[in-house]
């Protein structure tokens, strides 16, 4: 059973909700910029990365509402929709790439991934990948939400 987590911009949280309408995993979030992952879990592993980013403890971070907000669900709970915080859109956002390597680096070896030096490799590229979501999503105005989709 593979977990699938969805990291997309929208304008607001109706529009993110409509992500998550959908009958099949390649449907979740069409038409939306969004990165789709397996093993990365939003609720997990981002608020290490947003603590990396701003500086701000784990805890401070995880205690920012609406981090983690519950927007929507479908497919009887199986899956489901949430806000990340403006303050964390704005830290990715404004992340330098020259940045990326070093914060993908300490975000692999984080008690919540527990990774080498190949999980920072691709953790530079999905922070890459979230970085560019985030711009364009602060850019237009738009939030930064997920969604977590648990097969039957």
Request: glycine content about 8%; hydrophobic content about 45%; overall charge negative.
């Amino acid at each position: 059973m593979t977990i699938h987590y969805g990291y997309y911009a929208a304008t607001d949280d109706a529009h993110a909700a409509d992500a998550v309408e959908h009958d099949t995993l390649e449907e979740m979030g069409a038409g939306y910029d969004q990165l789709v992952l397996t093993g990365l879990d939003p609720e997990l592993h981002t608020p290490v990365l947003d603590s990396l980013i701003s500086g701000r403890p784990a805890q401070a971070v995880e205690a920012d509402p609406p981090y983690g907000a519950f927007v929507n669900s479908s497919d009887d709970g199986r899956t489901v929709c949430h806000a990340f915080t403006g303050a964390f859109r704005d830290a990715l956002a404004g992340l330098a790439p020259e940045a990326v390597p070093a914060v993908a680096a300490a975000w692999a070896a984080s008690d919540a991934v527990q990774g080498d030096a190949d999980a920072a490799e691709l953790l530079a590229q999905v922070l890459t990948e979230l970085t560019g979501i985030a711009r364009d999503a602060a850019d237009r105005g738009d939030g930064l939400y997920y969604w977590i989709s648990v097969p039957a």
